[in-house]
C-alpha cells in the first residue's frame, strides 16, 4: 500500500483526492488510524495509516468479499 499524502493542519484536513483533485473533508479528531476514507466524487478510498501528522494510504482493489480465495473452492 502505497502512502498516498500526508497532511499537516488544525481540526480538519482537506487534503485532494488524488485521481480527482476533489477536496477530502476529513474530521482530524474523528478519525484513527485504519479508518477508510472515501473520496465523495470518485469512490476511491484512502486508509487513515497516521493522524499526527494526518497519513492517508490508497486502498488497493481487492476481491470481493463474494469471491472465494484461489484453493478455497467449495466441493
Known amino acids: 500500500m502505497e502512502c498516498a499524502m500526508l497532511w499537516?493542519?488544525?481540526?480538519?484536513?482537506?487534503?485532494?483526492?488524488?485521481?480527482?483533485?476533489?477536496?477530502?473533508?476529513?474530521?482530524?479528531?474523528?478519525v484513527g488510524e485504519g479508518d477508510v476514507i472515501t473520496c465523495e466524487e470518485c469512490g476511491s478510498q484512502f486508509e487513515v495509516v497516521g493522524v499526527e501528522p494526518l497519513e492517508l494510504a490508497r486502498v488497493e482493489d481487492g476481491l470481493e468479499?463474494?469471491?472465494?480465495?484461489?484453493?478455497?473452492?467449495e466441493e
Open 8 to 30: 499537516k493542519g488544525e481540526d480538519t484536513a482537506m487534503p485532494s483526492c488524488p485521481e480527482c483533485e476533489n477536496e477530502l473533508d476529513i474530521e482530524v479528531d474523528e
Open 65 to 73: 468479499e463474494d469471491e472465494p480465495l484461489e484453493g478455497d473452492e
